[in-house]
């Protein structure tokens, strides 16, 4: 992490999702499942809050990061879908 500075021009507190999501003013869907290892569901959540509008968030009770799709096909194309369709109208 020290190297960052040297090597890459920025920080650790610039590798901070949370502290620049305020800024993100296009939409933002936020999907997330509870049984992620790496970024909790509060973790998710925090994220969420911290966004500006507008945005969406959807919490897959039982899955992972890797399996939103397969954990539960159709109301994951059916919202991201929905989610694309308002966003690019």
């Known amino acids: 992490?020290?190297?960052?500075?040297?090597?890459?021009?920025?920080?650790?507190?610039?590798?901070?999702?949370?502290?620049?999501?305020?800024?993100?003013?296009?939409p933002k869907f936020f999907l997330a499942g509870d049984a992620e290892r790496r970024t909790t569901?509060?973790?998710s959540q925090a994220l969420?809050?911290?966004?500006a509008q507008p945005k969406q968030?959807?919490?897959l009770p039982?899955?992972?990061?890797?399996?939103?799709?397969a954990f539960t096909p159709e109301s994951y194309e059916r919202r991201v879908?929905?989610?694309?369709?308002?966003?690019?109208?």
């Not at 992490?1 to 003013?25: A, S």
């Not at 969420?48 to 966004?51: E, G, K, L, R, S």
């Open 1 to 26: 992490m020290w190297q960052l500075k040297p090597r890459l021009g920025i920080g650790v507190d610039d590798l901070r999702p949370i502290g620049r999501m305020g800024q993100i003013t296009v």
């Open 41 to 43: 569901a509060k973790e």
């Open 48 to 51: 969420f809050d911290a966004a």
């Open 57 to 59: 968030f959807w919490l």
């Open 62 to 69: 039982g899955a992972g990061h890797e399996d939103l799709h």
């Open 81 to 89: 879908l929905a989610f694309l369709a308002k966003s690019l109208d």
